[in-house]
């Protein structure tokens, strides 16, 4: 089933936000390696990957909002950006990995196992982001 990048990234936003509003991510951001340095999936199961994050009781509910809320306007962004209205795609980049940190900060001694996948798949969410590419969903 192809998911387009629209509803993939609006899962990763909903579990990027209950990441977020349960931990404060912003001070342990040394521990971790930079997204470019992470192994990149290349075929994320990224419906398991959002149920999971949506599901996982590592992330509040604010902090499950207000990442949900900072994914979607990063998404908008992104479509403008695709439109020609928005060419900064280095400030994109860096907010999404700001999410992303913020969501793995969350989960990374909760739930170990969610903190490693979804860090392998960062790169690939970015890359399908960057390039307006409609995700697979199923290998």
């Keep these: ?33 930079p997204i470019e340095q992470a192994y990149v999936s290349l075929d994320p199961d990224l419906i398991d990957l959002s149920e999971r994050l949506e599901g996982t009781s590592a992330i509040g509910f604010f902090a499950k909002l207000d990442l949900k809320h900072r994914f979607e306007r990063l998404l908008e962004d992104v479509d403008r950006y695709h439109k020609g209205q928005d ?3 280095e400030s994109l980049k860096s907010r999404f990995n700001d999410i992303l940190i913020r969501t793995l900060r969350l989960i990374e001694n909760a739930d170990p ?3 490693r996948e979804l860090l392998s798949a960062g790169e690939a969410i970015w890359l399908a982001l960057q390039n307006g590419e409609p995700l697979n969903a199923d290998p």
């Design 1 to 33: 089933m192809i998911f387009n990048l629209r509803q993939m990234l609006a899962a990763f936003a909903v579990f990027c936000l209950t990441l977020l509003c349960s931990h404060p991510a912003w001070a342990r951001m040394e521990s971790h390696p």
């Design 113 to 115: 196992s969610l903190h």
């Design 87 to 89: 060419a900064d795609l």
